[in-house]
């Protein structure tokens, strides 16, 4: 198994910047792959980023330009680099790992709200 800790949400006003952290209980190193899903009040959990162990990365629409996923699996943590953030941005962020041999994970989230 692998606990996942979320870390970095906040207030922040339209237009700001927020980095989120999520930090591993052991290695990283054979974790297929990570994500980063958020839910909003009243809607579903849905997939913002996903970064593979080779380093492929993929952006759901309305992030592209703005998000940046990236993992050190030297210091296991993941980031999520958010800029230029929108009201529409808010929600709860969850860090997420599946590795082949044991399968999925969850962390239990960080609070993001962008409001003036």
């Known amino acids: 198994q692998v606990q996942l800790v979320e870390s970095g949400g906040g207030l922040v006003q339209p237009g700001g910047s927020l980095r989120l952290s999520c930090a591993a209980s052991?290695?990283?190193?054979?974790?297929?792959?990570m994500y980063w899903y958020r839910q909003a009040p009243g809607k579903e959990r849905e997939l913002v980023a996903s970064i593979t162990s080779g380093g492929s990365t993929n952006y759901r629409d309305s992030v592209k330009g703005r998000f940046t996923i990236s993992r050190d699996n030297i210091n296991n943590t993941m980031f999520l680099q958010m800029n230029s953030l929108k009201p529409e941005d808010t929600g709860v962020y969850y860090c997420?790992?599946?590795?082949?041999?044991?399968?999925?994970?969850w962390g239990r989230g960080t609070q993001v709200t962008v409001s003036s």
């Open positions: 997420s790992a599946y590795e082949a041999l044991t399968g999925s994970f």
């Open positions: 052991r290695s990283i190193f054979r974790i297929n792959a």
